[in-house]
Protein backbone atom coordinates (compact mmCIF):
# COMPACT_ATOMS: atom_id res chain seq x y z
CA UNK A 1 0.00 0.00 0.00
CA UNK A 2 0.93 3.47 -0.19
CA UNK A 3 0.33 5.02 3.52
CA UNK A 4 1.80 3.66 7.03
CA UNK A 5 -0.10 1.26 7.97
CA UNK A 6 -0.77 -0.60 11.61
CA UNK A 7 -1.95 -3.71 13.11
CA UNK A 8 -4.54 -4.47 15.03
CA UNK A 9 -6.80 -1.48 14.49
CA UNK A 10 -8.41 -2.05 17.85
CA UNK A 11 -7.04 -4.21 20.80
CA UNK A 12 -8.33 -4.86 23.90
CA UNK A 13 -6.21 -6.77 26.67
CA UNK A 14 -6.19 -7.66 30.27
CA UNK A 15 -4.55 -6.00 32.85
CA UNK A 16 -1.37 -7.27 33.40
CA UNK A 17 -0.93 -9.04 30.07
CA UNK A 18 1.69 -8.11 27.23
CA UNK A 19 0.36 -6.73 23.74
CA UNK A 20 2.44 -5.98 20.66
CA UNK A 21 1.48 -3.37 18.38
CA UNK A 22 3.31 -2.94 14.40
CA UNK A 23 3.88 -0.36 12.39
CA UNK A 24 4.94 -0.67 8.25
CA UNK A 25 6.28 2.50 7.48
CA UNK A 26 6.18 3.51 3.73
CA UNK A 27 8.69 2.22 1.85
CA UNK A 28 11.78 3.78 1.34
CA UNK A 29 11.19 5.91 5.16
CA UNK A 30 13.98 5.73 6.97
CA UNK A 31 12.64 7.46 9.90
CA UNK A 32 9.82 5.81 11.96
CA UNK A 33 8.26 7.78 14.53
CA UNK A 34 5.70 5.84 18.03
CA UNK A 35 3.51 8.10 19.41
CA UNK A 36 0.87 8.19 22.14
CA UNK A 37 -2.39 9.80 22.17
CA UNK A 38 -4.61 9.44 25.04
CA UNK A 39 -8.14 10.51 25.31
CA UNK A 40 -8.50 14.12 24.57
CA UNK A 41 -4.99 14.92 24.40
CA UNK A 42 -2.03 16.03 22.47
CA UNK A 43 0.80 13.43 20.83
CA UNK A 44 3.26 12.50 23.06
CA UNK A 45 6.28 10.88 21.38
CA UNK A 46 7.39 7.74 22.61
CA UNK A 47 10.35 6.74 20.54
CA UNK A 48 12.05 7.32 17.06
CA UNK A 49 13.87 4.84 15.10
CA UNK A 50 16.60 6.39 11.73
CA UNK A 51 18.03 3.80 9.51
CA UNK A 52 20.39 1.45 11.58
CA UNK A 53 21.43 4.50 14.45
CA UNK A 54 20.37 4.00 18.09
CA UNK A 55 16.72 4.96 18.78
CA UNK A 56 15.88 7.76 20.45
CA UNK A 57 13.96 6.02 22.98
CA UNK A 58 13.72 9.22 25.58
CA UNK A 59 9.82 9.45 25.57
CA UNK A 60 9.36 5.90 26.84
CA UNK A 61 6.96 6.47 29.80
CA UNK A 62 8.52 3.26 31.75
CA UNK A 63 10.27 0.19 31.03
CA UNK A 64 7.09 -2.12 30.68
CA UNK A 65 7.64 0.08 27.21
CA UNK A 66 9.82 -1.04 24.42
CA UNK A 67 9.90 -0.75 20.49
CA UNK A 68 12.34 -2.74 17.33
CA UNK A 69 12.74 -2.11 13.79
CA UNK A 70 14.06 -3.82 11.75
CA UNK A 71 16.03 -1.98 9.30
CA UNK A 72 13.90 -0.15 7.35
CA UNK A 73 10.94 -1.82 7.48
CA UNK A 74 8.22 -3.52 10.10
CA UNK A 75 8.13 -2.04 14.07
CA UNK A 76 6.93 -3.61 16.77
CA UNK A 77 5.79 -2.13 19.74
CA UNK A 78 5.55 -3.83 23.19
CA UNK A 79 3.78 -3.21 26.14
CA UNK A 80 4.66 -5.50 28.85
CA UNK A 81 2.53 -6.10 32.20
CA UNK A 82 -0.38 -3.41 30.28
CA UNK A 83 -1.86 -1.10 33.00
CA UNK A 84 -5.42 1.06 32.44
CA UNK A 85 -3.13 4.13 32.18
CA UNK A 86 -1.96 2.47 28.91
CA UNK A 87 -5.64 3.02 27.17
CA UNK A 88 -4.47 5.19 24.20
CA UNK A 89 -4.34 5.52 20.64
CA UNK A 90 -0.53 4.45 19.66
CA UNK A 91 0.06 6.35 16.36
CA UNK A 92 3.00 5.21 13.93
CA UNK A 93 4.71 8.10 11.44
CA UNK A 94 7.64 7.91 8.68
CA UNK A 95 9.36 10.55 7.17
CA UNK A 96 12.22 10.02 4.35
CA UNK A 97 14.45 11.15 6.97
CA UNK A 98 14.73 12.50 10.66
CA UNK A 99 17.38 15.36 9.83
CA UNK A 100 15.26 18.01 7.55
CA UNK A 101 12.93 19.83 9.97
CA UNK A 102 11.08 20.83 7.07
CA UNK A 103 9.83 16.95 6.50
CA UNK A 104 6.37 15.68 6.32
CA UNK A 105 5.43 12.71 8.72
CA UNK A 106 2.79 10.38 7.26
CA UNK A 107 0.28 8.90 9.96
CA UNK A 108 -0.82 5.12 10.46
CA UNK A 109 -4.67 5.26 11.39
CA UNK A 110 -3.41 4.17 14.70
CA UNK A 111 -4.05 1.08 17.53
CA UNK A 112 -6.71 1.68 19.50
CA UNK A 113 -5.68 0.09 22.89
CA UNK A 114 -8.23 -0.61 25.58
CA UNK A 115 -6.91 -2.12 29.41
CA UNK A 116 -9.58 -3.65 31.30
CA UNK B 1 11.42 22.78 27.47
CA UNK B 2 9.42 23.32 24.12
CA UNK B 3 5.97 23.63 24.33
CA UNK B 4 2.76 23.87 21.94
CA UNK B 5 -0.42 26.09 23.84
CA UNK B 6 -3.48 25.49 21.49
CA UNK B 7 -6.97 26.81 21.56
CA UNK B 8 -8.98 24.44 23.76
CA UNK B 9 -12.25 22.94 22.06
CA UNK B 10 -14.80 22.22 21.30
CA UNK B 11 -15.19 24.82 18.11
CA UNK B 12 -18.38 24.98 16.89
CA UNK B 13 -19.37 27.35 13.79
CA UNK B 14 -21.88 27.75 11.75
CA UNK B 15 -21.11 26.84 7.70
CA UNK B 16 -19.42 29.68 6.04
CA UNK B 17 -18.50 31.54 9.27
CA UNK B 18 -14.91 32.99 9.78
CA UNK B 19 -12.37 30.69 11.43
CA UNK B 20 -9.20 31.13 13.91
CA UNK B 21 -7.78 28.45 16.14
CA UNK B 22 -5.08 29.75 18.14
CA UNK B 23 -1.65 28.44 18.76
CA UNK B 24 1.64 29.72 20.43
CA UNK B 25 5.12 28.01 21.20
CA UNK B 26 8.13 27.97 23.35
CA UNK B 27 11.27 27.02 21.88
CA UNK B 28 15.25 26.86 22.39
CA UNK B 29 15.94 27.44 18.65
CA UNK B 30 14.19 29.01 15.27
CA UNK B 31 11.45 25.64 14.85
CA UNK B 32 9.57 24.80 11.72
CA UNK B 33 5.64 25.16 12.45
CA UNK B 34 2.66 22.69 11.70
CA UNK B 35 -0.82 22.40 11.54
CA UNK B 36 -2.28 18.39 11.29
CA UNK B 37 -5.49 17.91 10.56
CA UNK B 38 -7.42 14.54 12.08
CA UNK B 39 -10.69 13.82 10.26
CA UNK B 40 -13.32 11.42 11.76
CA UNK B 41 -11.61 7.57 11.32
CA UNK B 42 -8.72 9.27 9.41
CA UNK B 43 -4.56 9.14 10.38
CA UNK B 44 -3.57 12.52 11.24
CA UNK B 45 -1.88 14.11 8.00
CA UNK B 46 -0.80 17.64 7.64
CA UNK B 47 -2.54 20.49 6.77
CA UNK B 48 0.12 23.05 6.20
CA UNK B 49 3.79 24.47 7.33
CA UNK B 50 5.55 26.78 7.28
CA UNK B 51 9.76 27.02 7.77
CA UNK B 52 10.70 30.28 8.82
CA UNK B 53 9.23 33.95 10.33
CA UNK B 54 7.44 35.66 8.60
CA UNK B 55 6.53 32.47 6.15
CA UNK B 56 2.58 31.81 5.51
CA UNK B 57 1.75 28.10 5.10
CA UNK B 58 -1.97 27.27 2.88
CA UNK B 59 -3.70 24.58 1.46
CA UNK B 60 -7.39 23.91 1.23
CA UNK B 61 -8.27 27.80 2.39
CA UNK B 62 -6.98 27.19 5.60
CA UNK B 63 -3.37 29.74 6.11
CA UNK B 64 -1.21 30.42 9.23
CA UNK B 65 1.29 32.47 9.80
CA UNK B 66 4.64 31.88 11.61
CA UNK B 67 4.93 35.46 13.58
CA UNK B 68 8.23 35.09 15.69
CA UNK B 69 7.60 38.33 17.56
CA UNK B 70 4.47 37.04 19.20
CA UNK B 71 5.32 33.21 18.78
CA UNK B 72 2.24 32.10 17.17
CA UNK B 73 0.94 30.16 14.71
CA UNK B 74 -2.70 30.61 14.13
CA UNK B 75 -4.71 28.69 12.00
CA UNK B 76 -7.29 30.92 9.29
CA UNK B 77 -9.95 30.05 7.16
CA UNK B 78 -12.58 32.39 5.65
CA UNK B 79 -15.44 30.65 5.23
CA UNK B 80 -15.53 26.86 6.97
CA UNK B 81 -17.18 23.71 5.51
CA UNK B 82 -19.07 20.83 7.00
CA UNK B 83 -16.38 19.20 5.51
CA UNK B 84 -14.01 20.83 7.69
CA UNK B 85 -15.36 19.51 10.77
CA UNK B 86 -12.13 17.28 12.31
CA UNK B 87 -9.76 17.88 15.06
CA UNK B 88 -6.42 20.45 14.29
CA UNK B 89 -3.47 19.86 15.96
CA UNK B 90 -0.22 22.96 16.09
CA UNK B 91 2.48 21.46 16.16
CA UNK B 92 6.66 22.33 15.98
CA UNK B 93 9.93 21.14 14.99
CA UNK B 94 12.83 22.53 17.09
CA UNK B 95 16.32 22.05 15.67
CA UNK B 96 17.90 22.79 19.47
CA UNK B 97 17.29 19.08 20.49
CA UNK B 98 19.69 16.94 19.91
CA UNK B 99 17.85 15.11 18.27
CA UNK B 100 16.03 17.19 15.57
CA UNK B 101 13.17 14.73 14.35
CA UNK B 102 11.02 15.12 17.15
CA UNK B 103 7.84 16.56 16.68
CA UNK B 104 6.02 18.74 19.72
CA UNK B 105 1.83 18.66 19.08
CA UNK B 106 -0.37 20.85 20.98
CA UNK B 107 -3.62 19.08 22.64
CA UNK B 108 -5.98 19.37 19.64
CA UNK B 109 -8.90 21.40 19.38
CA UNK B 110 -11.88 19.87 17.85
CA UNK B 111 -13.85 21.75 15.27
CA UNK B 112 -17.90 21.08 14.45
CA UNK B 113 -18.78 23.00 11.65
CA UNK B 114 -22.90 22.72 11.43
CA UNK B 115 -24.69 23.08 8.06
Known amino acids: GAGVSQSPSNKVTEKGKDVELRCDPISGHTALYWYRQRLGQGLEFLIY????????KSGLPSDRFSAERTGESVSTLTIQRTQQEDSAVYLCASTTTAAALTDTQYFGPGTRLTVL | GDSVTQMEGPVTLSEEACLTINCTYTATGYPSLFWYVQYPGEGLQLLLK?????DKGSNKGFEATYRKETTSFHLEKGSVQVSDSAVYFC??????????????FGSGTRLSIRP
Open chain 2, 91 to 104: ALRDPGYSSASKII
Open chain 1, 49 to 56: FQGNSAPD
Open chain 2, 50 to 54: ATKAD
